[in-house]
């Protein structure tokens, strides 16, 4: 069985800063792209960025120079640095990834999601 768990949101100042973990565990045999979504209220879940399994990364225009995605593969978690922070990033944050798993002697893959952070920012 394998498990996605986000950590790291709260309240913070317009402004302010946030570290987001998304950590991945189970039988995993290995992990793929990763990104992370977010949802406000009465919104779409909407991509706030994606990174490839050798780092590569990219993002959606509104985070752009704010907002930091990076992984440790040693440890299956990926992070979201949070910088300079406003208002209308106030959402749930959710990460998903695409994991290779094994199960018995076969391997499967699909698609993760967590249980998503709510991430509040206060003007």
């Known amino acids: 069985q394998v498990q996605l768990v986000e950590s790291g949101g709260g309240l913070v100042q317009a402004g302010g800063s946030l570290r987001l973990s998304c950590a991945a565990s189970?039988?995993?045999?290995?992990?793929?792209?990763m990104g992370w979504y977010r949802q406000a209220p009465g919104k779409q879940r909407e991509l706030v960025t994606r990174?490839?399994?050798?780092?590569?990364?990219n993002y959606a225009e509104s985070v752009k120079g704010r907002f930091a995605d990076s992984r440790d593969n040693t440890k299956n978690t990926m992070y979201l640095q949070m910088n300079s922070l406003k208002p209308e990033d106030t959402a749930v944050y959710y990460c998903?990834?695409?994991?290779?798993?094994?199960?018995?002697?076969?391997?499967?893959?699909?698609?993760?999601w967590g249980q998503g952070t709510q991430v509040t920012v206060s003007s």
């Open positions: 998903d990834a695409d994991i290779t798993y094994s199960s018995g002697a076969n391997a499967f893959k699909r698609e993760y």
């Open positions: 189970g039988s995993i045999f290995h992990i793929n792209a």
């Open positions: 990174i490839s399994s050798g780092g590569n990364t």
